[in-house]
């Protein structure tokens, strides 16, 4: 079992930036994909950002060039940066996990952008 713990959510406004954490608790973090996923009220679901194990990164088009997806294995830990946020990205997110066929999520952070 992994458990994963997000941080970093809050209030910004629009044209700032905010760094989200997401700490995992399970050993092998390394062989991991990690991402990123948001969810706006009253809308789908939708993948941000995925990191695999050997560091390969993809975006939505919605997001690219503006976040970053990265990660420290030895910390055990995905970060996405989040820059000239809008009011459009207000959602919370959630972190992702997946290893051996398996998928965990972490319980969300809130980020609201103000305009």
Do not use: H
Not at 3 to 9: A, F
Not at 79 to 96: I, R
Request: proline share 2%; aromatic share 8%.
């Amino acid at each position: 079992q992994v458990q994963l713990v997000e941080s970093g959510g809050g209030l910004v406004q629009a044209g700032g930036s905010l760094r989200l954490s997401c700490v995992a608790s399970r050993s092998g973090f390394s062989l991991a994909t990690m991402g990123w996923y948001r969810q706006a009220p009253g809308k789908q679901r939708e993948l941000v950002a995925v990191i695999t194990g050997s560091s390969i990164t993809n975006y939505a088009d919605s997001v690219k060039g503006r976040f970053i997806i990265s990660r420290d294995n030895a910390k055990n830990t995905v970060y996405l940066q989040m820059n000239s946020l809008q009011p459009e990205d207000t959602a919370v997110y959630y972190c992702k996990s997946t290893i051996g066929r398996r998928d965990y999520w972490g319980q969300g952070t809130q980020v609201t952008v103000s305009s």
